[in-house]
């Protein structure tokens, strides 16, 4: 009778849960509006004349070929407004949700409540993975892999290993994040199998991981052949790693980390109890499953760390996506395998019960964000600039959104000036980096804007000159600094503010940073009118 209750009551917050995660997505889909640089580069790319023009240059919007062919193909389908590419971010929210409901349900036939309250709330979730980016897709799949292999490791044969191969190729041919998570999944299923001699089994799958490997080696090498990486390489730390993390899982980040804490921990101890108890007779196989799923949560955190540190890029929430979806996935998985009696069940069940009165109300901020306010920038100059005024895009990378948004007739330029703004061209960040005076041009552009009596428009801003700080920095590299391509642009834009601050006569701001938008990409516009010597 209490289990049948218990039953009952977990059906209902499940569809709660799954109800409050769909209105979250519908919330953000229509307050997202426009796209912000970092989409702007993945739908341009997509959209590149040629196929062959996304497979020269994939390495520079961070996401492998896979993903920019399928919105290659969503936009030759649906078209590429706003509301088109919203809702495919949309689309790949909702999937997720039917991945976790049905990995769920076939596989352990039981209901995803930790899945739903850790993932299906997380503003990371919400915010990326429904954004035009690799992010979202990506997560996805590899949540189909997980369960595919999974089915293939309870009952093997020809269909299931194929199916499990194709999800993971499509997981890392969309996200290369996901490339360690496949191997601590294809390492947990070996050490599994050989621990119960599985030998066939063993040698089935070092045989589909070392094909799978072998296809992606062009893209890696694609990646790590790039003479550019250096400017966008920072050697993160492994606090600023945990920093990072901890941002991706949810705010606030005291309750989101301690439920989080809480159910791990919680969840891997009773798995453990059930390894120990059972491995020597276990007659349905459950016990190696929950093996598989214990190692691979425990591979996956060591393996996703060394990614992240070879990489050596300054993460964002968003790049541990993929990751918290795997390891909430996982445990989701492990806490239906693991939840025997009735005092387990009742914990999880209100574990998610908590998670579903309390975490809605903490999201009611982040997900009305809109993602630029670009968009509005650019509306702004097509009304106030003339053909004969400048607009300076400050830093570079802001051209790309603004290209994307800017239907105008002034002439503009970025700091530096960067030649093709459809994706990041980090080359050419690099070749302006390794010049003596990559700004001359752009301050002769303005000295003669202005004194012909015009304004110049500075999308971005500028910054003024710091003590302490230089105001200009040899071709890199640098014997300090090395190849930092983030210095370089900070000391171009305080060499910029210097140069405003030393020669306008008026300046003002035209546009402040608007409420309510994405801090990635809040741009105010400042507007310079005279000129003195």
Same mark, same amino acid.
């Given at each position: 009778?209490?289990?049948?209750?218990?039953?009952?009551?977990?059906?209902?917050?499940?569809?709660?849960?799954?109800?409050? =995660?769909?209105?979250?997505?519908?919330?953000?889909?229509?307050?997202?509006?426009?796209?912000?640089?970092?989409?702007?580069?993945?739908?341009?790319?997509?959209?590149?004349?040629?196929?062959?023009?996304?497979?020269?240059?994939?390495?520079?919007?961070?996401?492998?070929?896979?993903?920019?062919?399928?919105?290659?193909?969503?936009?030759?389908?649906?078209?590429?407004?706003?509301?088109?590419?919203?809702?495919?971010?949309?689309?790949?929210?909702?999937?997720?949700?039917?991945?976790?409901?049905? @990995?769920?349900?076939?596989?352990?036939?039981?209901?995803?409540?930790?899945?739903?309250?850790?993932?299906?709330?997380?503003?990371?979730?919400?915010?990326?993975?429904?954004?035009?980016?690799?992010?979202?897709?990506?997560?996805?799949?590899?949540?189909?892999?997980?369960?595919?292999?999974?089915?293939?490791?309870?009952?093997? @044969?020809?269909?299931?290993?194929?199916?499990?191969?194709?999800?993971?190729?499509?997981?890392?041919?969309?996200?290369?994040? @996901?490339?360690?998570?496949?191997?601590?999944?294809?390492?947990?299923?070996?050490?599994?199998?050989?621990?119960?001699?599985?030998?066939?089994?063993?040698?089935?799958?070092?045989?589909?991981?070392?094909?799978?490997?072998?296809?992606?080696?062009?893209?890696?090498?694609?990646?790590?052949?790039?003479?550019?990486?250096? %400017?966008?390489?920072?050697?993160?730390?492994?606090?600023?790693?945990?920093?990072?993390?901890?941002?991706?899982?949810?705010?606030?980040?005291?309750?989101?980390?301690?439920?989080?804490?809480?159910?791990?921990?919680?969840?891997?101890?009773?798995?453990?109890?059930?390894?120990?108890?059972?491995?020597?007779?276990?007659?349905?196989?459950? +016990?190696?499953?929950?093996?598989?799923?214990?190692?691979?949560?425990?591979?996956?955190?060591?393996?996703?760390?060394?990614?992240?540190? +070879?990489?050596?890029?300054?993460?964002?929430?968003?790049?541990?996506?993929?990751?918290?979806?795997?390891?909430?996935?996982?445990?989701?998985?492990?806490?239906?395998?693991?939840?025997?009696?009735?005092?387990?069940?009742?914990?999880?069940?209100?574990?998610?019960?908590?998670?579903?009165?309390?975490?809605?109300?903490?999201?009611?901020?982040?997900? %009305?964000?809109?993602?630029?306010?670009?968009?509005?920038?650019?509306?702004?100059?097509?009304?106030?600039?003339?053909?004969?005024?400048?607009?300076?895009? @400050?830093?570079?990378?802001?051209?790309?959104?603004?290209?994307?948004?800017?239907?105008?007739?002034?002439?503009?330029? +970025?700091?530096?000036?960067?030649?093709?703004?459809?994706?990041?061209?980090?080359?050419?960040?690099?070749?302006?980096?390794?010049?003596?005076?990559?700004?001359?041009?752009?301050?002769?552009?303005?000295?003669? +804007?202005?004194?012909?009596?015009?304004?110049?428009?500075? =999308?971005?801003?500028?910054?003024?000159?710091?003590?302490?700080?230089?105001?200009?920095?040899?071709?890199?590299?640098?014997?300090?600094?090395?190849?930092?391509?983030?210095?370089?642009?900070?000391?171009?834009?305080?060499?910029?503010?210097?140069?405003?601050?030393?020669?306008?006569?008026?300046?003002?701001?035209?546009?402040?940073?608007?409420?309510?938008?994405?801090?990635?990409?809040?741009?105010?516009?400042?507007?310079?009118?005279?000129?003195?010597?």
């Amino acid at each position: 009778m209490i289990e049948h209750r218990i039953r009952r009551l977990e059906w209902i917050v499940a569809i709660l849960l799954s109800s409050a =995660v769909v209105i979250l997505l519908l919330i953000r889909t229509a307050y997202a509006g426009p796209l912000w640089r970092d989409e702007c580069g993945g739908v341009e790319l997509a959209m590149m004349p040629r196929i062959s023009d996304i497979l020269q240059n994939f390495q520079y919007q961070t996401f492998p070929p896979l993903f920019a062919l399928i919105i290659r193909g969503y936009t030759a389908l649906f078209g590429a407004s706003d509301l088109a590419l919203r809702s495919f971010g949309l689309a790949v929210g909702l999937g997720t949700i039917g991945i976790a409901w049905l @990995n769920s349900r076939r596989l352990v036939n039981d209901l995803p409540l930790i899945f739903l309250a850790l993932l299906g709330l997380n503003p990371t979730f919400l915010i990326s993975g429904t954004s035009m980016r690799g992010y979202g897709v990506g997560s996805l799949l590899f949540l189909l892999a997980l369960g595919l292999a999974i089915k293939a490791f309870r009952q093997a @044969n020809s269909l299931s290993l194929a199916l499990v191969a194709l999800a993971c190729l499509a997981s890392i041919n969309c996200l290369a994040n @996901n490339v360690p998570l496949v191997g601590a999944m294809a390492l947990s299923a070996l050490i599994v199998l050989l621990l119960r001699r599985r030998f066939r089994g063993a040698i089935l799958v070092s045989i589909l991981t070392g094909l799978i490997a072998l296809s992606f080696a062009p893209i890696a090498r694609a990646y790590f052949a790039a003479d550019w990486r250096m %400017v966008v390489r920072t050697y993160s730390g492994s606090t600023s790693l945990l920093h990072r993390f901890a941002s991706a899982l949810g705010e606030p980040l005291w309750l989101m980390g301690s439920l989080w804490a809480m159910i791990a921990v919680l969840v891997l101890f009773l798995s453990v109890c059930r390894i120990r108890s059972d491995w020597r007779d276990d007659r349905r196989g459950s +016990t190696n499953l929950v093996a598989f799923l214990v190692l691979f949560v425990g591979l996956s955190i060591l393996v996703y760390y060394g990614f992240l540190k +070879t990489l050596g890029y300054p993460t964002q929430s968003w790049y541990y996506l993929t990751f918290i979806s795997a390891l909430a996935g996982a445990i989701d998985l492990l806490s239906a395998l693991v939840s025997r009696s009735a005092a387990a069940r009742l914990m999880r069940l209100i574990f998610a019960s908590i998670a579903l009165i309390v975490i809605p109300f903490t999201l009611r901020h982040s997900i %009305v964000q809109r993602a630029t306010n670009m968009d509005v920038v650019a509306t702004e100059l097509q009304k106030r600039a003339t053909p004969s005024d400048l607009i300076v895009v @400050n830093p570079w990378y802001l051209g790309l959104s603004f290209q994307w948004h800017y239907r105008g007739h002034t002439p503009w330029r +970025t700091i530096p000036a960067i030649d093709e703004l459809r994706i990041h061209r980090y080359d050419l960040l690099k070749a302006a980096m390794e010049k003596s005076d990559p700004l001359a041009d752009a301050r002769l552009a303005i000295q003669q +804007t202005l004194k012909s009596g015009n304004r110049v428009w500075i =999308v971005g801003g500028a910054r003024p000159p710091e003590p302490g700080l230089p105001l200009s920095l040899p071709p890199a590299p640098h014997t300090e600094i090395g190849w930092s391509g983030q210095a370089y642009v900070n000391v171009w834009s305080m060499q910029l503010g210097d140069f405003l601050q030393r020669h306008v006569i008026q300046g003002d701001v035209a546009l402040p940073p608007a409420a309510d938008v994405n801090p990635d990409e809040n741009v105010p516009v400042l507007v310079a009118e005279g000129w003195q010597d």
